[in-house]
């Protein structure tokens, strides 16, 4: 299972998110007789990067072949890079011999579906979306900015 939010969806603790993907997967793992081998979890970490610290031990994991399955909510928490995201769609996990499924998306790169043909499309919506949203933060602070607005989230000091 692997489960990520990014750091704007995400707090200190673990969020509600975090726990409701985490039910997902395990419904869908208890529902098709699989076995959990481990749970990589990426809390508070943009889909734009792949370096990631639960991602990067689930890598690993496939190079050492203890995992042969990769289990996703959907395909943007695999990632939001569309050129990288299909790298390991497309090539590393086929080269491993890993399946990979998004769960609400229903992809499932074991069976031939036309939900995976348009998967590369997905991507590139997530990466659109992932763009776009920071377009939309940065103009905010922008505007704030020239407004004089204060721009941190603690203040340092109450008068």
């Known amino acids: 299972m692997y489960i ?3 750091r704007e ?11 409701n993907q985490r039910k997902i997967l395990q419904r869908y793992i208890k529902e098709n007789d699989l076995t959990l081998i481990k749970e990589y979890i990426d809390d508070g970490v943009s889909g734009t990067t792949f370096n990631r610290p639960g991602f ?3 890598l690993q994991d496939i190079e050492n072949k203890s995992i042969n399955m990769v289990i996703t909510k959907d395909l943007s928490r695999l990632g939001r890079d569309y050129i990288k995201t299909g790298e390991y ?3 590393y996990f086929p080269e491993k011999n890993i399946r990979y499924v998004a769960i609400t998306d229903g992809i499932d ?8 043909d348009i998967t590369p499309f997905k991507a590139i919506m997530n990466d659109m979306y992932a763009k776009d ?20 989230s603690i203040p340092a000091y109450r008068i």
């Open 133 to 152: 949203i920071s377009k939309k933060i940065r103009s905010v602070y922008k505007e704030k900015q020239k407004q004089g607005e204060y721009l941190c």
């Open 89 to 91: 769609i497309e090539n």
């Open 109 to 116: 790169t074991y069976i031939d579906s036309t939900n995976n």
């Open 4 to 6: 990520r939010l990014s």
């Open 56 to 58: 990067n031990e689930l």
């Open 9 to 19: 969806d995400g707090d200190k603790q673990e969020s509600e998110s975090i726990g």
